[in-house]
């Protein structure tokens, strides 16, 4: 099954304002204050999960969790040189997942009311099949290190604070080059307070920020129209906004624009490939990261079904699985099953040491879970989904691996791929790189692909450098229909022959 897994978001599209009760729904927590105010904030009681989950288990389900979440996100958008759009949306609700052995039962509501969520309940216990007497449960608080403080709330501020960071960055590319048309920019920013509870008893919160600022840069030369998207996001507050980051994002929307006009279409062929640091990583998202995941080889439907514990690259090669960066944008305090996040190496010294778990593929493995179950929000439930992820450091400079190839193509930028996850084999579509002759960067190269096999691929990798980069880009990664928030990395890495696709 082939899927498209990695996209780049340039925004939210959806408006309208979500009203419960007549009023939309105050939003004043944070992670300081106790539980019982963020029970107020969602309007539940001890008593009221207790119930829910005990109406959940009622049909002898061995699992069951009750995930609630209330989303307030905000888009603006600069189209001919205006502001000419802004959306604002509140997302609320709560799910209800059961699990019995294999299976799962999920059932959601807009509305959290003691009955609908309990029918709520009741539908998910369905998956279960005969009565069960139901424990006494303690309601018992847990807390987790925090990876995103936030200094400004984007609630705390208006519409009026986020405009000229826009407009901004729009007149600086224009004032950077006479070629550039048009600048279309987009910043979204998102408060989600996360409320989880479940049969073992664990109550535990989270607020997470996310924002994202991007633009595409259009020129024309000569009758010839090229384009650039960069983006930056985090989870972080209104802090993110500064005049650095608006000339970060502006020099390169320009450069990059720029060097398109002088780019070819190389010849395509089997030959070396140095993938560049930082957005390359998606070599290890898609050909690679999603193989990992336990539920594709739990199925035995992953070419790595049966290669755990065994030597699969280099023995220079650590492959991770990372939550717990400060900020990022695929960082999580605890995943969607209430497993607190971790580094994770999936592969040490070669050798594929963990699969990406949530909690079912791990007591199916029975081994610890790894903070990977996640869900694109309360409608959906959790499955095991990447984080960020990235291959850690080498030791050889970037220039000696360029040096190395006598002909072969540099890549820098990705914009999407796909990978067929039974045998492994996988498309990128490249925007950006150059050409290698005798050990030299000479000509820019555009819109090729690279084709190749994830395994294959990991073992062909000779060389990898010491200039590790996490991309901070838009990227979300979508799976059963569901779209996270991720990110990857790459050092420099020389795979040693992939099939590009460029000219004849």
């Given at each position: 099954m082939k899927r498209r897994d990695?996209?780049?978001?340039?925004?939210?599209?959806?408006?309208?304002?979500?009203?419960?009760?007549?009023?939309?729904?105050?939003?004043?927590?944070?992670?300081?204050?106790?539980?019982?105010?963020?029970m107020k904030h969602f309007g539940v009681s001890d008593a009221d999960l207790k119930k829910v989950i005990a109406e959940a288990m009622s049909r002898g389900g061995s699992y069951a969790d009750l995930y609630f979440e209330n989303t307030?996100?905000?888009n603006l958008s600069l189209r001919d040189n205006t502001v000419s759009k802004a959306a604002s949306d509140v997302d609320f609700g709560m799910g209800v997942r059961v699990v019995s052995g294999d299976r799962t039962g999920y059932a959601y509501t807009e509305v959290i009311t003691l009955n609908d969520m309990l029918k709520a309940a009741r539908t998910a216990a369905g998956i279960a099949d005969e009565n069960a007497k139901i424990s006494s449960i303690n309601v018992n608080e847990k807390t987790f290190a925090n990876r995103y403080p936030v200094e400004k709330k984007w609630e705390d501020i208006t519409i009026r604070h986020k405009i000229p960071y826009v407009q901004k960055l729009n007149d600086r590319i224009f004032e950077l080059d006479p070629k550039v048309s048009k600048v279309n920019v987009n910043l979204s920013d998102s408060s989600s307070w996360i409320m989880f509870f479940n049969s073992e008893g664990q109550l535990s919160f989270d607020y997470r920020p996310m924002v994202s600022l991007s633009v595409v840069c259009i020129m024309e030369k000569d009758g010839k129209i090229e384009n650039w998207y960069a983006g930056r996001s985090f989870r972080k507050g209104v802090e993110f906004l500064t005049d650095a980051l608006v000339e970060d994002l502006a020099q390169e929307a320009v450069r990059k624009t720029s060097l398109m006009f002088e780019a070819i279409v190389p010849k395509g062929g089997?030959?070396?490939?140095?993938?560049?640091?930082?957005?390359?990583?998606?070599?290890?998202?898609?050909?690679?990261?999603?193989s990992f995941e336990a539920d594709f080889n739990r199925k035995e439907t992953s070419i790595f079904s049966d290669k755990y514990g065994k030597q699969i690259c280099d023995r220079s090669i650590n492959i991770v699985d990372d939550g717990i960066i400060p900020n990022n944008r695929g960082s999580i305090n605890f995943d969607d099953e209430g497993i607190e996040s971790q580094k994770t190496f999936l592969v040490r010294e070669g050798v594929l040491t963990s699969y990406i778990h949530d909690r079912i593929s791990a007591k199916h493995y029975n081994v610890a879970p790894t903070g990977n179950g996640r869900r694109e929000s309360f409608r959906h439930a959790p499955i095991p989904r990447m984080r960020i992820t990235y291959m850690e450091n080498g030791n050889i400079?970037?220039?000696?691996?360029?040096?190395?190839?006598?002909?072969?193509?540099?890549?820098?930028?990705?914009?999407?791929?796909q990978v067929e996850i039974g045998a492994g084999d996988f498309t990128f579509f490249v925007k950006s790189g150059y050409l290698i002759e005798n050990g030299k960067l000479t000509q820019p190269v555009k819109d090729i692909n690279i084709i190749g096999n994830g395994p294959r691929a990991l073992a062909d990798i000779t060389m990898i450098g010491n200039n590790l980069k996490i991309d901070h880009s838009t990227w979300t990664c979508g799976k059963d229909g569901q779209g996270v928030p991720v990110s990857q990395g790459l050092p420099s890495a020389l795979v040693k022959k992939l099939t590009v696709g460029g000219t004849n």
């Open positions: 990695f996209v780049k978001n340039s925004g939210l599209t959806t408006i309208g304002v979500m009203l419960f009760n007549n009023k939309i729904f105050a939003q004043k927590t944070e992670n300081e204050k106790n539980m019982s105010e963020i307030s996100s905000n089997e030959m070396p490939v140095v993938m560049a640091a930082g957005s390359s990583g998606i070599l290890l998202h898609e050909a690679i990261g999603h400079p970037e220039s000696d691996i360029i040096a190395s190839v006598k002909n072969g193509i540099y890549v820098d930028t990705f914009s999407n791929g």
